[in-house]
């Protein structure tokens, strides 16, 4: 029988990509990561990995041993939900990652109420974007993890996590200083008004950049982007200072009161979708579901001004 230890090493290979990152995750010397498996090699009777220029990859037979450790270890956590979900008090600890909007208008409020219902269960919080969030996800980095998907962007699903829809945020132009003029109320009119001004959007390669730039190019016009951050709330403040336009969701606002002047955006490009993600062995945890009936009660709590 193979060693479930060194099946996980070379799970944690083909999630991390290399062994000095498993090393690193793991808190191990990368001679020690690479002498078990080398001896889980021995094991198995075959090669299971082979040289890529100075990096490794999987071969064929390591492919398939990570498979069946998919399965093993899902259904280690499914155990591990069925022992919590038998005890009466839920503790241990629940790890998220959550974008920043998210994290500021939903998880302050979804904390709380586990706080108070859960005084035992320690939750971890980290601020990370979902492209990195979720690959992190399946390393098992993280517990759940709070994602985004902008509209005609759909999101690659990885086999093996499960998502659950949070809400609907809607997505608005940001009018770098006075109103547009009436002539200007047309959702396409108002976003081709700015094809000369300058832009604030997230970086390259990211699905709300992709996003952005296909509906300016949409409109006419390829944006003129000066300023690049995941930082919504500088997104905001360039907006404010007249320094940029921008696109910006309401969950910018978190409760505070409106301060740029904003229009609604061409049909069928309005919303972007808010969800939570969890392996699948994960998904009946009693401290993944009852984070997941926290949220729900946080986006039930935001109030008609929250968008």
Excluded at 158 to 166: H, I
Aim: net charge neutral; glycine share 6%; hydrophobic share 40%.
């Amino acid at each position: 029988m193979f060693d479930l230890h060194r099946l996980r090493l070379l799970r944690e290979l083909k999630h991390r990509g290399t062994l000095a990152a498993v090393a690193a995750a793991l808190s191990y010397a990368p001679s020690s990561v690479s002498q078990q498996l080398s001896q889980l090699e021995a094991d198995v009777g075959v090669p299971l990995l082979e040289p890529v220029g100075r990096r490794v990859r999987l071969t064929e037979q390591a492919e398939i041993l990570v498979a069946h450790t998919e399965a093993v270890l899902e259904r280690l956590e499914r155990a591990e939900a069925d022992i919590a979900a038998s005890l009466t008090d839920l503790t241990g600890t629940l790890r998220i990652a959550s974008f920043q909007t998210a994290a500021l208008a939903l998880v302050p409020t979804a904390l709380g109420l586990l706080r108070d219902a859960h005084p035992h269960l320690r939750v971890h919080v980290t601020h990370m974007e979902p492209e990195k969030a979720l690959p992190a996800l399946q390393a098992r980095d993280f517990d759940l993890v709070l994602a985004e998907e902008y509209p005609g962007n759909p999101n690659p699903r990885p086999s093996g996590l499960e998502q659950e829809d949070l809400l609907d945020d809607p997505l608005r132009l940001a009018l770098p200083g006075p109103p547009l003029p009436a002539d200007t109320d047309d959702p396409v009119a108002a976003l081709r008004s700015l094809a000369g001004h300058p832009w604030v959007m997230e970086p390259e390669g990211t699905t709300a950049r992709h996003w952005a730039t296909t509906l300016c190019r949409d409109a006419g016009f390829e944006p003129d982007v000066r300023f690049e951050t995941t930082d919504l709330l500088l997104h905001l403040r360039l907006v404010e200072q007249h320094h940029a336009a921008a696109f910006l969701p309401d969950l910018v606002w978190s409760g505070r009161p409106r301060t740029v002047a904003l229009r609604q955006l061409p049909g069928g490009r309005q919303a972007r979708r808010v969800f939570t993600v969890v392996r699948r062995g994960r998904s009946r945890h009693p401290a993944v579901l009852a984070c997941r009936d926290a949220l729900r009660r946080a986006v039930a709590r935001r109030s008609p001004g929250d968008g």
